[in-house]
């Protein structure tokens, strides 16, 4: 990788891993107030605005035809991402313990270079899959040694996670392919368009009216702060981001170094603002993180 590539990935990289390490603070907060579909519809509604605008300016631009199979991969990285991620997630979660939900979660990375290999014929790199795996110890280090730990929940929630993380695996993949034909911002308009339908019908499905849906993040002005956090530096700029990221570094290299620092970023906003429980073990896992991702992002030199 050229050395104004590596610079743009990792600025790249600080912009996705605070907006998506940084997001639970804001969910936890608008959750309290509003039902899962309710978050989602309303944050995925605004982003898609955002994009009309910009489509209308003439800033942004979706050229569908004549991108041959690059077209489907397209439309298919937004129904994984965020829609039938978001979906798996939130029952996965709601059905196993935090502790579970977060070892699903890690295994991302992982089931991004094997899908990767079975599906796109990806090369597997041995110091790709070493990172890999030193970053899942991490996460495993900090999870199991903490006294809430808990391995628990429904073959339900177990299958609802499974299917997330294939999800979430199956979105980079899809993105990556998409964007030998189109740029970052088409991926993340399409994403965008298709979250915001699919999640205001489930919301309205469940009962939600939609005059509910969108007023009651504008009753609060912390609400509405944080619900235009999710929409514009999450939604919008993250994954807009990571879509161009993945213009430049493997799927399950940018999963996998995103993923680990957003985690770490989730972990320390916890225990700063919300009291979360830490010790050794938090500490020596966290560290145990960072070395594969800088693992990981030494590898980003060699990466085509």
Known sequence: MHEKDLTKSLFLI????????????????????????????????????????????????????GHGRNTAFLFLAGLFEPCAYSICEAYGIKLTSASTSAIFVASIPSMTLILGILLFHHRADLKLVLSLLITFVGVIIATFFSPTFSMGGTRTGMLCMTLGVVCASMYSLSSKKASESFDAASVTAIMAFEGAVLFNLIALWQGHPLKETFLTPFSDGVLLGHMLFLSVFCAFASYFCYNWLLQYVAAALATNVVGSLSTIIGVVCGIIFMGDLWGWYTVLGLAVTLGGVWLSTSLMKEDR
Not at 34 to 47: E, G, H, N
């Open 14 to 65: 600080a912009i996705i891993s605070i907006g998506w390490g940084v997001a639970f603070l804001s969910l936890a907060i608008l959750l309290k107030k509003m039902a899962p579909m309710q978050v989602l519809a309303a944050r995925w509604t605004i982003t898609a605005l955002l994009f009309l605008v910009l489509i209308a300016a003439g800033k942004v631009r979706i050229r569908i035809r």
